[in-house]
């Protein structure tokens, strides 16, 4: 395979090496041999981390069935407080328009079970419950993390990124459809299909574990009525 050779050199430029693509082809080899080995070794070294018990690498959470978790974030208190203020200034503005707002919660929220022992993250479901209470009526507030919760044993977080997936996206919106001002069921309008079945994500990239996962992109689509 590509990792049982030695890893190419970075090539010497000479006139007659330009002229013949020599030198081109030599630095195309280069770069490919470069990202080829740094892959492995950052996977080299996670490996060895886990073996020594480090399951946290580049705050990412090495988790249960290769799950990777990003560790969850405080925000800046200065930031947070004047998003909010901007949003409860648009939602009391005067203006005919329901301002309906959701905070989606990362998947080390939401998929503990999946953390590794001993492993230590901040409480989102408490900040999101001090945001909530600080945009009182002002807002229509969607309860994500309650939501999620009755699908955490589904699919709902990729494993090898920090998004939801369209699934989890999906229930969200399913769930939401009353308060979004929607009175029929959606469960039946929309059908889900595969457009990719080779996605790896931020996270593993950033970890450097579960390079080779590939996961499966869906998705949703109007059902013909």
Not at 52 to 75: A, M, S
Not at 165 to 177: D, I, K, R
């Amino acid at each position: 395979g590509k990792e049982d050779r030695n890893l190419a050199s970075f090539p010497a430029f000479s006139v007659e090496s330009l002229l013949t693509g020599d030198f081109a082809e030599g630095v195309e080899t280069y770069l490919k041999d470069q990202f080829a080995g740094r892959d492995l070794l950052r996977s080299l070294r996670v490996s060895l981390g886990k073996i020594g018990g480090n399951r946290l690498e580049n705050g990412v959470y090495l988790g249960k069935n290769g799950q990777l978790l990003e560790d969850i974030q405080v925000p800046d208190s200065a930031n947070l407080a004047a998003n909010l203020e901007a949003i409860r200034s648009f939602a009391q503005s005067g203006q005919d328009i329901r301002v309906t707002m959701m905070l989606v919660p990362d998947a080390a929220c939401i998929l503990s079970d999946s953390l590794p022992a001993f492993a230590s993250v901040e409480d989102q479901t408490q900040l999101f419950g001090m945001v909530q209470r600080q945009m009182g009526d002002s807002v229509t507030w969607i309860d994500t993390v309650s939501i999620l919760n009755k699908y955490k044993n589904e699919k709902i977080y990729y494993k090898t990124d920090d998004r939801w997936t369209t699934l989890g996206a999906f229930y969200a919106f399913q769930e939401s459809a009353q308060a979004l001002g929607i009175t029929d069921s959606v469960a039946e309008q929309f059908a889900s299909y595969a457009v990719s079945g080779s996605f790896n994500g931020d996270l593993a990239a950033q970890c450097g574990a579960e390079l080779g996962d590939s996961e499966e992109i869906d998705i949703y689509v109007p059902t013909l009525v």
